[in-house]
């Protein structure tokens, strides 16, 4: 995919950025929370600015989980200021579309692809770009604005590049938060 800019129509789909994500009481927060965060509050404002629409991802753990319903950790982290009008799509796997009403709001919008970003890039995001593949949708993941946690095997910042890598391979069109918000 060329790396032109997303369609004006391709809503900005923020996967999983909870407040456990963030917050660091029962787990370590994601790599570069703070940075993180700001960069999505500026994606978000960037994607109203241009009159696209935003849609937040929950994940809905099981029972005892931090990220469980209910939980402290569950809730869209507020610092990312969601708007009323914003859905949240609820899902129990990495997956965004398994919540087939978020297919269905994207086709709403007349959108063709989306935009990602969010967490965790080795889990969630992963899974949600072969999702909306699955759907038909092209698909823009913000290069510096998904994260994750290090893993026995591997630090975060050599998952997200070794990730962003393997999304280009997949026909991901890759955009960094400057590139799309200017500056």
Do not use: Y
């Amino acid at each position: 995919m060329p790396n032109t800019a997303p369609s004006a129509t391709a809503p900005l789909i923020v996967i999983d950025l909870q407040t456990g994500m963030f917050d660091g009481r029962l787990e370590p927060p994601i790599h570069d929370a703070g940075t993180i965060a700001e960069r999505a509050r500026r994606l978000i404002d960037w994607a109203r600015q241009s009159g696209r629409k935003v849609a937040f991802i929950r994940h809905d753990g099981p029972a005892g989980d931090p990220l469980a319903p209910g939980a402290p950790g569950w809730p869209v982290w507020p610092e990312l200021g969601q708007a009323a009008n914003e859905p949240t799509f609820g899902k129990t796997v990495g997956n965004a579309f398994s919540d087939a009403a978020l297919a269905q709001w994207v086709a709403g919008q007349g959108a063709g692809d989306v935009v990602l970003i969010g967490a965790q890039t080795d889990f969630c995001v992963a899974a949600t770009v072969k999702g909306a593949f699955a759907e038909g949708l092209g698909v823009t993941v913000v290069s510096d604005a998904h994260s994750t946690l290090d893993s026995d095997k591997e630090k975060a910042p050599e998952i997200i590049a070794r990730h962003n890598e393997t999304f280009a391979g997949q026909g991901v069109r890759l955009m960094t938060t400057a590139e799309l918000v200017g500056g």
